[in-house]
């Protein structure tokens, strides 16, 4: 899994057809490796199904509610909350733009150009991208140094980058997030453990999703909240152009310049 942490964000989250998802989940399944020693069959199962269910969807919609817990010097817990609408249209469209206030970072990916811009300074930059959505996250964490756990979903193999560092993995019980029954599971990690509620029945797509850094001593959490989820949106090029404000500005490094206590 990666550790890194903004949602998509991420990621989380998330443009695609749903019938042909369907059928695409039923033909993988029945090849799908045994789960890891340690893992739970069932919680292997139900997230082998909402990996495979993300993977086939062609495109999406979904909003996503963040809480990012920073630990100050003094050992208070801080949690730094932000609201984003996420776009996917798949091989390489993406879309994430913050809500409200905030530092209001957004991304812009229309299969040749990816942009980032700071909405709290009016600033851009804009690089040329790879060809498909999986090495675009991987070039935005590198380049624009953006952590974006939420984004593990968005890869066309979810279910591998969540894995690849668990150790141990359970079905914790059905539950219900914002009144919809929901599948909890609870993975424990080498350097991160994490938490899944998926929605219950033929769409199961993620409603929460819980990351625990255990790497730092405080062991602060990163929480994304799913909802709205659109699974036939109506989306068109435009909607993946960066439309640049009046008056922006293009610079380098745009990321740091909009982090607190750097303007």
């Known amino acids: 899994m990666r550790t890194s942490r903004i949602v998509f964000a991420a990621v989380p989250l998330f443009a695609l057809a749903i019938a042909p998802a369907i059928v695409g989940v039923a033909g ?36 996503n509610f963040a809480v990012d817990e920073k630990t100050l010097k003094s050992g208070e817990k801080i949690q730094v909350t932000s609201d984003s609408d996420v776009a996917v249209q798949r091989p390489n469209h993406l879309r994430s733009t913050q809500r409200g206030r905030g ?24 690089v040329d991208a790879p060809a498909d959505i999986d090495a675009t996250i991987d070039k935005m964490r590198k380049y624009f140094k953006i952590d974006a756990p939420g984004a593990d979903l968005l890869y066309s193999r979810p279910y591998d980058i969540l894995t690849e560092q668990v150790v141990s993995g359970r079905f914790v019980g059905r539950e219900t997030i914002q009144g919809t029954p929901a599948n909890h599971l609870a993975f424990q990690g080498e350097d991160v453990d994490f938490q899944l509620w998926i929605q219950d029945g033929n769409q199961p797509v993620p409603l929460r999703f819980v990351i625990t850094t255990k790497t730092v001593k405080e062991r602060p959490q990163f929480t994304v909240q799913l909802s709205n989820w659109n699974l036939q949106p109506k989306l068109s090029d435009a909607d993946f152009a960066f439309p640049a404000p009046s008056g922006a500005k293009a610079i380098t490094s745009v990321t740091s310049s909009c982090l607190p206590g750097t303007r």
Do not use: H, I
Not at 36 to 62: H, I
Not at 103 to 126: F, I, P, Q, R
């Open 103 to 126: 530092e209001g970072l957004g991304l812009w990916y229309d299969g040749k150009k990816m942009t980032v811009a700071c909405k709290v300074n009016n600033s851009y930059e804009t």
């Open 28 to 63: 993988r399944q029945a090849v799908a490796a045994a789960p890891k020693k340690g893992v739970d069959p069932e919680a292997d199962r139900l997230l082998r199904q909402m990996a495979e269910y993300l993977a086939g969807l062609q495109t999406f919609t979904v909003q």
